[in-house]
């Protein structure tokens, strides 16, 4: 079994900044991509941004230059730095990972989600 943790999301003031963590523990042989999306009150959840093993990244166009994601391969985890924070970011953001097993499938996980509300 694999499981995401996040963790950072919170309430902060439009133009304000969070960074969120998210950490994969359990049955991994190795982590082909990992990031971030979200799902905003009434619509469907999208991508934020994510990356893979070969460190090429894609965004949103709606974050692009606020927001940087970042991984650490040692500790299986993936953070995002969103800067500029607009009430449109508000949402709830989930980890999500592409592992392999040690029997060399790869399955899509998620985490459980982490809060973020941007006020004006």
Request: charged share 15%; net charge positive; proline share 2%.
């Amino acid at each position: 079994q694999v499981q995401l943790v996040e963790s950072g999301g919170g309430l902060v003031q439009a133009g304000g900044s969070l960074r969120l963590s998210c950490s994969a523990s359990g049955s991994i042989f190795s982590i082909n991509a990992m990031g971030w999306y979200r799902r905003a009150p009434g619509k469907q959840r999208e991508l934020v941004a994510t990356t893979t093993s070969g460190s090429s990244t894609n965004y949103a166009d709606s974050v692009k230059g606020r927001f940087t994601i970042s991984r650490d391969s040692a500790k299986n985890s993936v953070y995002v730095q969103m800067n500029s924070l607009k009430r449109e970011d508000t949402g709830v953001y989930y980890c999500y990972a592409n592992i392999r097993t040690p029997w060399q499938d790869s399955y899509d996980h998620w985490g459980q989600g982490t809060q973020v509300t941007v006020s004006s």
